[in-house]
Every structure is written in structure tokens, then in C-alpha cells.
């Protein structure tokens, strides 16, 4: 990566989301950080980058990415996404199994919920593809994964039980089918075939640039594996990140406030930063609608009917919650359902009253459906770490979700500016890879409550509940910093602070909403060093 000592990035429209000084016309970086900026003529400094007068942005951070299994993805899996019948998938996977042949397993993910289901979707199916190598594919949320017959011999699935908050699919025999539903599926993974530390370093790296080319410079990866920990670790010490890493770690139904804690606080002793650090727990209060794990007060309003208990007993959160915010834990919650959301804010409203107020950046990540009298309790108590993309109809894929809600509840899905307007602090976020971590999609949809024009959007969702272009750069900047525990030193441009900035090609606070998409980064500096440049720039 370019170094970038003594530069000045003069002629440019520069919001640095610091409040003391919000506007600039030029910066001068040294030594990885922010030396000086001002308005008006600039100082004289030999190496210089016309920005022409372009906008000038902190580089964003995504508080909610699976960066590295998400890279893993790019490098190794077959790309389901788009796929929209059995014969697409059959023949993307197959094209996929012949281009990778040396992997020991053949992955895909992206699979979508409303074009696939438990019955139509099988081991039997992906025989046809792969017999000889076991095959996993993921479908686009990654709470649930289909198993070719080779895959299921070798971990054992036939006979095995279900674990707790984990399903095995079964025909009406009794006959394991190949779908796997929530946590079941690292239990099976976990007996199969393994990439090897390069592929997963090599998942990093293009993880890490693709996240580069959208302006993303910082990231939390809400569900670190040891291995992962490895890797990143790895990378941290050989220089090879191009963003910094926040880590948070798993918490099981199995957990204990003791050996929670204990784990957490190795983890946090091993890695203590800057660049990789893990400081957050990571719980799944839910699963998902696609499969009907999702978590709420009320009844599914669709045919089927029927509920999902929490992941874990009142009980059980309060006392974890309680011994990992004494231990001065963030505490990352996985929220969909209502009754999901309620159970998290208890548990941390009890954390509260036994421990005492202290930065602790909590977060309840998702926020799907929340109970009307639950929206006022997240302030001061949790970041809603949200993620706008979702809050839209989706223009080719049916929204099984919402019929599961009813929808009379449909005021009550993605409801981000009665979150705001209620006093709750807020950080937008991609969960990629299950959807784009394009930040500038991302927020067009937050404005819009709509699909891209492109992609022949729907009427807006919910339109009511939008966001605005300053709301949702603070997400991505100020906010974001401080749900990743890194804002004394990233998050806006000010001198001492991380030279970590974005050039994009338009001005997002200029242009209407339907544009911003649209939106190119040209140039990624990273603590000064140039991570991303366009093609002709």
C-alpha cells in the first residue's frame, strides 16, 4: 500500500463531523494522522492531492460485518444471490464445483428464503451437482444452510439430535433432508472439511478490499471464531490490515457468567488493539422470520401460526448480561422479533441497576420489529445498530417476513426515526455478507424506504420512518466509531486523529436521494495510506 507522508488535500468541500470545526477547504496528513486543516489558502506542502473541489468525508465504519467469513466468501463460494430457480442454483453451483476443484468442500451462499424452503430445497437436490466432495451452501441471512448427502454422511447428521437452538430438517420418516436451521449448522461445519489458514487469509484480504473501494476503513465483526481471531491477529502483526477490527465473541445458551467472562476476558487480553481488538459479546436473543425462529409477543399472523422462544431465559440474560457489563463488556445483541428486543432491553436495564451507568456502547443489532413501548427504554440504555437496506419491499423476492408479522404490525418493522426521535443513539451497518455493504445503497434506502430506481423499486415502506442524509453520515462516522470503542481517535477529521478519510465523486448532502447510490469512492486513505484509488483517477 502507497504511503502518504506531508500531504495536503487541498480544493476540496471537507465535512469532518467534528462540531467544533465541521467544515474545511484542505488537510495536511503527517505521520498517519491529521496535521492541520482550515479554510482558505493552504500551506505549502510538496506533496499534493486536488481534490477538485469534490466532497471530502471521515472513511466510514460498518459496526455490524462478518468481514471475514464474508471475504471467505468472495474467494471460495459460489455467488446464490441471484439465483431465482433449481436450475440456476444447479447450474451455478455446478460451474462453481469445476472452477474450485481442489477445495476440499464445495460452499455457496445466498440463497434466498423466498425462492427456496424446506421442502424444495435438499440433499437429493444437491446430489445432482456434487457427490464425490461435501457441499454446505448458505442461504442470504445465514441462519439457515443446505447439505449435499456426502456432507451429511461425514458429519454424522442422520443421527444426530438436535442441539439447543439448532433444527434438523426431517422427512416424515425421520430422515435428516439436508436443511440445517440456526445453531446447528457450526456443530455440522465444525465435523467437515476445513479451509486452511491461507484461504482464510486470502478470504481477509479481499474481504478488506472490497470493503476499501466502498470508503469503509473500520469495522466490527460481530461473531469472532478462535480462528478468525487468528487471522485477524495475524494480519494485525504482519501490517497487512487495511481497516481496524473490532471483534465481539460468541455467548451460548451453555455459558455460564463465569466461563463467559473468562473466555471473553482471554480473548480481550490476547487481542487488546488498536488495529484488532475484541471488547464486545455477542448473543443471539432470535433467529429469523425465513424460518420461522424470529421472537415475538404475539403470534405469526401467517397461516402456519405458531411462535419462537427466546435464546435465552429471562433469567439466563440477566445474569450474563450482568457479569459481562461488570466486566466491562460491549454487549452485542442479535434482535428480530418484539419479544427478542424486550428481552435484551431487560437484560441490560437489569446490568444497568446492578452495575451503574458507564460508556459501555451496548448494542442490539437489527431491531426488526420492536414493541412501541419498548422504543423509549433504549435510550441512554443501547445503540440501535441498524441496518436500512432491509426496511423496503423487496422488488423480486417475496417479503415472507412481512406476512409472518401481519400487518398491522408493519408501522412497528424498521421503525428507525421513532428509535431516533425517542432519544436512542443510532450506527448504520451492512450485516454483509448477507446484503450489500455498499454504504451509499445502503443509505439511498434509508432515505427512501425503497429499493434502488435501477431495480424498479416498490412503493416506499413505511416512508414515515426515513432517515436523513446528515442522520445517516453520522451513522457511519461519529456513531459508528463509538459502537466499534474507537471515537477518541477515528470517526471525524480533527487533528491528532487517523488520517482515515474518503474523496467520493458527488456530494451525497447535495444531490437527491434517488442518486446517492450511485456514489463512487475514488480515493481510501487508511492512517494516511492510499488503501483505494479509482481506475483513472
Not at 436450475?87 to 434466498?112: E, M, N
Not at 465483526?221 to 480462528?227: E, F, G, I, K
Not at 404490525?409 to 450506527?427: E, I, N, Q, T
Not at 424506504?449 to 416498490?458: E, F
Request: include cysteine; glycine fraction near 8%; charge should be negative.
Amino acid at each position: 500500500m502507497k504511503v502518504l507522508p506531508d500531504t495536503l488535500i487541498h480544493n476540496a468541500r471537507i465535512r469532518t463531523m467534528d462540531p467544533t470545526a465541521p467544515v474545511a477547504d484542505w488537510l495536511v496528513i503527517r505521520d498517519g494522522q491529521i496535521a492541520a486543516l482550515g479554510r482558505g489558502d493552504p500551506p505549502a506542502v510538496v506533496d499534493r492531492i486536488d481534490a477538485g473541489g469534490r466532497l471530502v468525508l471521515p472513511g466510514f465504519q460498518d459496526a455490524h460485518i462478518h468481514l471475514l467469513s464474508g471475504g471467505l466468501d468472495l474467494a471460495t463460494a459460489a455467488y446464490l444471490y441471484d439465483v431465482t430457480d433449481e436450475a440456476g442454483l444447479l447450474a451455478t453451483l455446478g460451474a462453481h464445483a469445476r472452477a474450485k476443484p481442489d477445495l476440499p468442500i464445495v460452499l455457496g451462499s445466498g440463497w434466498q428464503p423466498g425462492v427456496f424452503g424446506d421442502d424444495t430445497l435438499t440433499a437429493a437436490v444437491l446430489d445432482r451437482v456434487q457427490t464425490d466432495r461435501p457441499m454446505v451452501i448458505y442461504d442470504s441471512s445465514f441462519h439457515n444452510a443446505c447439505l449435499n448427502s456426502r456432507a451429511l454422511d461425514l458429519a454424522a447428521v442422520r443421527d444426530m439430535p438436535d442441539p439447543p437452538n439448532g433444527h434438523i430438517v426431517r422427512d416424515a420418516r425421520g430422515r435428516a433432508t439436508g436443511m440445517l436451521h440456526e445453531e446447528v449448522i457450526p456443530v455440522v461445519t465444525a465435523r467437515l472439511p476445513g479451509l486452511t489458514d491461507a484461504h482464510w487469509m486470502e478470504g481477509l484480504l479481499a474481504g478488506q478490499a472490497h470493503a476499501n473501494a466502498h470508503g469503509i476503513t473500520g469495522v466490527l465483526d460481530p461473531r469472532v471464531t478462535d480462528q478468525e481471531a487468528r487471522i485477524y491477529a495475524r494480519a494485525a502483526a504482519d501490517n497487512r490490515l487495511s481497516l481496524r477490527v473490532a471483534g465481539a465473541a460468541l455467548v451460548t445458551e451453555a455459558d455460564t457468567p463465569a466461563t463467559a467472562v473468562a473466555r471473553l476476558t482471554a480473548l480481550r487480553t490476547a487481542h487488546p488493539g488498536p488495529d484488532f481488538h475484541v471488547q464486545s459479546a455477542k448473543f443471539f436473543m432470535d433467529g429469523v422470520y425465513e424460518n420461522r425462529t424470529a421472537a415475538n409477543l404475539h403470534a405469526y399472523a401467517d397461516a402456519p401460526g405458531g411462535n419462537a422462544p427466546c435464546m435465552f431465559t429471562d433469567d439466563q440474560t440477566r445474569a450474563l448480561y450482568t457479569a459481562l457489563d461488570a466486566a466491562r463488556f460491549a454487549i452485542h445483541t442479535h434482535v428480530i422479533g418484539d419479544a427478542a428486543a424486550r428481552r435484551a432491553v431487560d437484560g441490560l436495564a437489569a446490568a444497568r441497576a446492578a452495575n451503574g451507568p458507564w460508556p459501555a456502547q451496548h448494542q442490539l443489532a437489527h431491531l426488526q420489529l420492536v414493541d412501541s413501548a419498548d422504543l423509549a427504554r433504549l435510550q441512554g440504555l443501547a445503540t440501535a445498530n441498524i441496518q436500512p437496506l432491509w426496511a423496503r419491499f423487496d422488488p423480486t423476492v417475496p417479503d415472507i417476513a412481512l406476512y409472518m408479522i401481519g400487518q398491522d404490525r408493519w408501522p412497528d418493522v424498521y421503525a428507525f426515526r421513532r428509535m431516533l426521535d425517542a432519544g436512542a443513539d443510532w450506527c448504520l451497518s451492512s450485516d454483509w455478507a448477507v446484503s450489500t455493504l455498499n454504504p451509499f445503497e445502503i443509505i439511498e434506502t434509508a432515505i427512501t424506504r425503497q429499493a434502488r430506481q435501477c431495480d424498479s423499486p416498490k412503493e416506499p415502506f413505511q416512508p414515515q420512518e426515513s432517515l436523513t442524509i446528515a442522520e445517516c453520515v453520522k451513522g457511519y462516522t461519529v456513531n459508528a466509531a463509538r459502537a466499534c470503542w474507537r471515537d477518541h481517535f477515528t470517526g471525524m477529521l480533527r487533528p491528532g486523529f487517523s488520517a482515515d478519510l474518503i474523496l467520493l465523486d458527488r456530494d451525497v448532502f447535495a444531490i437527491p436521494a434517488s442518486q446517492i447510490s450511485e456514489t463512487r469512492v475514488l480515493l481510501t486513505l487508511f492512517k494516511g495510506r492510499e488503501v483505494w484509488r479509482a481506475p483513472g483517477l
